[in-house]
């Protein structure tokens, strides 16, 4: 069966530290790949997709930045954090077929202080 | 370009009684929908989808949503309401086809009173 991973779970970091998070799929191949940002109030904003190896769509020009270095691994990076890069950011993947559905990881509450 | 509104930030019912989540949706594909909840601190998890077909769907822990084209509207219910049924509710829709971006409506979050 299909797994996601997302880590880590929380992340407190000062204003204009760098950033990274990691998350990678287990048990399918070419997914396409998702960020979304999650703050109150606001629902579910995407921030990037990518539907192969270093093909990267940004949906909300910003502070981040999105890496796809392998088929199944997808990293969410900042060179220096804003206070406003606050928020629970949620990793999912999606494979175009039967099951059209996107799956999402458990999720990274990061804080900018 | 599609967009997903959901009507009621906040909504309150008893136990047991009737759970309505308002979904409106714009698409200028036919859509793809779905209902994902979320607990606290946690991901989301798909409650049911609506691809093709039968536009009454079913989902898990006794939802359900119908699909209806002309009101561009992809309501979820739920006859009685659980107190494990508090949680946030996510409405979302996709193109299908070769869209991949599934777009998110802001959520609401159910409140279930004893």
């Known amino acids: 069966s299909q797994t996601i991973h997302q880590w880590p779970a929380t992340l407190v970091q000062p204003v204009g530290s760098p950033l990274s998070l990691e998350c990678t799929v287990e048990?399918?191949?070419?997914?396409?790949l998702y960020w979304y940002r999650q703050a109150a109030g606001r629902g579910l904003q995407l921030l990037f997709y990518?539907?192969?190896?270093?093909?990267i769509s940004s949906e909300v020009p910003q502070n981040l930045s999105a890496s796809r270095p392998q088929d199944r691994q997808f990293i969410l990076s900042s060179k220096k954090l804003l206070l406003s890069d606050s928020g629970f950011y949620l990793c999912?993947?999606?494979?175009?077929?039967?099951?059209?559905?996107?799956?999402f990881g458990q999720g990274t509450r990061l804080t900018v202080v | 370009a599609q967009s997903v509104t959901q009507l009621g930030s906040h909504v309150s019912v008893s136990e047991g009684a009737l759970v309505l989540l308002r979904c409106n949706y714009s698409?200028?594909?036919?859509?793809?929908l779905f209902w994902y909840v979320q607990y606290p601190n946690q991901g989301l998890q798909l409650l049911l989808k609506?691809?093709?077909?039968?536009?009454l769907v079913k989902g898990i822990n006794g939802f359900e949503a119908e699909f209806k084209k002309s009101e561009t509207s992809f309501h979820l219910t739920k006859p009685s309401a659980h107190m494990s049924d508090a949680a946030e509710y996510f409405c979302?829709?996709?193109?299908?086809?070769?869209?991949?971006?599934?777009?998110f409506g802001t959520g609401t979050r159910l409140k279930v009173l004893a």
């Open positions: 698409s200028s594909v036919p859509p793809y």
């Open positions: 048990g399918t191949s070419n997914p396409n």
């Open positions: 990518s539907v192969g190896i270093g093909q």
């Open positions: 999912a993947w999606s494979v175009l077929g039967e099951r059209v559905e996107a799956f």
């Open positions: 609506y691809t093709t077909g039968a536009t």
């Open positions: 979302a829709v996709s193109g299908g086809g070769g869209t991949y971006k599934y777009i």
